[in-house]
């Protein structure tokens, strides 16, 4: 008997992965369109983008408290709020072009709203009457007068254009890169690993020349040069973007992607009420593919696809009825989740690196020799330095040499590089911790200023750190079996970012409110280091890290394993799941 059919086109997920066009609109050719060339143009928009904007980012909070005069502990939350709106706003660029933009026009359309914050923040910090009057907030104290008003306006209207513009690039720039290659072919999902290593190392170099050339330049020639060059940085990256459009394979948009997830909740919430069938077949899609079964987990769901309505000629609403494969995909999304959310206390961790790190080094002796000196900012190239070494040495020794006992594309499991990478963190603060409590020490009671080189194994055990969880997140949120949707996906990592940057807020705030008495202000209160207690505030996230790192090692496991499947049917509903791929 023939069963009802729900009255809509195909799940935009069955779409098929070669389906892609050139900059025509015809369909793409393989043998012009995609591979590396094209991929090395978004590569260098990439390292570009990133150069810009880690300038601006990471020396934010010097401008801020010098320039803007904001209080330290509200400056370091401008910062930490501005990184924080960039990575948040990624969804709404992987929302865009995965639904009605594609890739391509998404990152030039933001890319050119990206650049006009920048020169926006040039023409403020050159002009005098957009600005406060120059003080020194340090040994003027109250004279100094906060930026308010108009030119504080125009500081937060220039800073969120960037903060757009940017967040709307970033996810493209990794998915668009990934889009170029063929995942059904088994030599191209080799290169594809390969090119998340590139990806980071173009991020890595970005970094490292905006951290040191870059802010330089901010620190020698003023700000206003500084935001005038990440502009013409900026202008570098489109252009390479540009050049690159008569080889790209592109994904044409889908429309909304959030409909098909939304389907499913409301069919299940309809449906809550009716028992779960004990035949496979009465769920709607399963008897048209004999692969497609339904998972044990989030087992409410399967309700959405239970058929009603046998034997007759209604037809029901998409809105009621979901195939099995719509199901699965919104399980999927469900199941990263956890993962996802264990890696929001690793970025709080990066935002000291970004902010209060930086002050550290500005309380300590930044002479190189006795003519040169070190910007506090550029400590943040440690990390950056030690990938650009350690990157391309992982992917052409570490990964063809795991891959031998692995069987694994990528060398290792992206679940088990994020699970070190996670671990690695706690001793970044651990350090930090140890290292600030020895330049206190040295400052309050023997009124001795430490070399600046003391507090960088923060940064070199954070950069190794990142090597493994950063582009392990990248790599795993991609390679989800979620068809058209990798710019989303991809843009669900960069609120990891996002998450951890407003915790680092919260924290701060909290941790002020919390140890503050009424002779004391708090740990983390005073506009001096030598007043506030960072290293205990360094300790707590060490605790807090490590139990993340075990948090995530529950999660880890609870993704890997579906008991219900076997190894067969769950890589047809997600073809990367490994049999072994949990930490241990």
Not at 67 to 92: C, E, Q, R, Y
Not at 170 to 192: E, H, I, S
Request: glycine share 6%.
């Amino acid at each position: 008997m023939e069963t009802a059919k729900v009255s809509q086109e195909q799940p935009r997920h069955a779409q098929p992965e070669s389906s892609t066009l050139d900059w025509r609109g015809r369909p793409s050719n393989p043998a012009k369109h995609g591979g590396i060339i094209p991929a090395s143009f978004i590569l260098g928009l990439q390292a570009f983008e990133i150069m810009a904007i880690a300038a601006v980012g990471n020396n934010l909070i010097t401008y801020v408290t010098n320039d803007m005069h904001f209080p330290l502990s509200k400056a370091a939350n401008v910062v930490t709020n501005f990184v924080g709106t960039i990575f948040l706003l990624a969804l709404l660029g992987g929302y865009l072009s995965d639904s009605h933009l594609g890739s391509f026009w998404t990152m030039l359309i933001f890319g050119f709203l990206e650049l006009s914050g920048f020169i926006l923040l040039s023409v403020q910090a050159h002009v005098p009457q957009l600005k406060p009057a120059p003080c020194n907030l340090l040994t003027d104290g109250e004279h100094c007068v906060e930026a308010k008003g108009f030119k504080a306006a125009i500081f937060f209207v220039a800073l969120y254009l960037v903060a757009l513009g940017s967040g709307c690039v970033k996810p493209n720039m990794v998915a668009y890169g990934g889009d170029q290659f063929d995942q059904d072919n088994p030599k191209q999902l080799k290169r594809l690993s390969t090119y998340f290593n590139a990806a980071y190392f173009a991020f890595s170099l970005g970094e490292l020349v905006s951290l040191t050339i870059l802010v330089w330049v901010q620190t020698h020639s003023g700000m206003d040069v500084g935001f005038g060059v990440s502009a013409a940085v900026m202008a570098m990256g489109l252009i390479s973007l540009i050049c690159g459009t008569l080889y790209y394979r592109n994904k044409p948009p889908q429309g909304s992607i959030l409909t098909p997830i939304a389907q499913v909740l409301v069919a299940a919430i309809l449906k809550r009420k009716l028992a779960r069938p004990s035949n496979p077949q009465m769920f709607y899609g399963s008897q048209n593919n004999t692969g497609s079964l339904l998972s044990d987990k989030f087992r409410f769901l399967d309700k959405a696809c239970i058929k009603v309505q046998e034997g007759t000629d209604t037809k029901e609403s998409a809105w009621r009825l979901c195939s099995v494969g719509q199901v699965e995909q919104v399980k999927i999304l469900l199941s990263v989740i956890p993962i996802f959310s264990c890696t929001i206390v690793f970025n709080t961790i990066l935002a000291q690196l970004q902010t209060f790190s930086v002050q550290q080094g500005r309380a300590m002796d930044t002479h190189l020799t006795k003519s040169f000196s070190i910007p506090p900012a550029s400590l943040q190239s440690i990390p950056y330095i030690l990938l650009i070494v350690l990157v391309p040495l992982y992917d052409t020794f570490f990964v063809p040499f795991a891959r031998k006992f692995t069987g694994h594309e990528s060398g290792i499991s992206p679940l088990r590089r994020i699970g070190f990478g996670l671990f690695l963190a706690t001793f970044s603060m651990v350090a930090a911790g140890l290292m600030e409590k020895k330049r206190r020490d040295a400052a309050v009671k023997h009124n001795e200023t430490l070399s600046i080189f003391w507090i960088t194994p923060q940064f070199l055990i954070f950069g190794l750190s990142e090597m493994f969880t950063a582009i392990g997140l990248l790599e795993f949120f991609y390679k989800q079996s979620l068809k058209g949707m990798q710019a989303f996906l991809t843009a669900i990592t960069y609120c990891s970012y996002s998450f951890g940057f407003y915790l680092s807020t919260v924290l701060v705030t909290l941790v002020n409110k919390i140890t503050s008495t009424s002779s004391n202000g708090g740990w983390l209160h005073y506009n001096n280091l030598n007043q506030d207690r960072l290293d205990l505030f360094y300790w707590l996230l060490a605790v807090l890290s490590f139990l993340n790192f075990l948090n995530y090692l529950f999660w880890s496991k609870r993704y890997s394993h579906a008991p219900s499947l076997s190894q067969t049917n769950a890589k047809e509903i997600n073809p990367y799941v490994e049999e072994d791929d949990n930490i241990p």
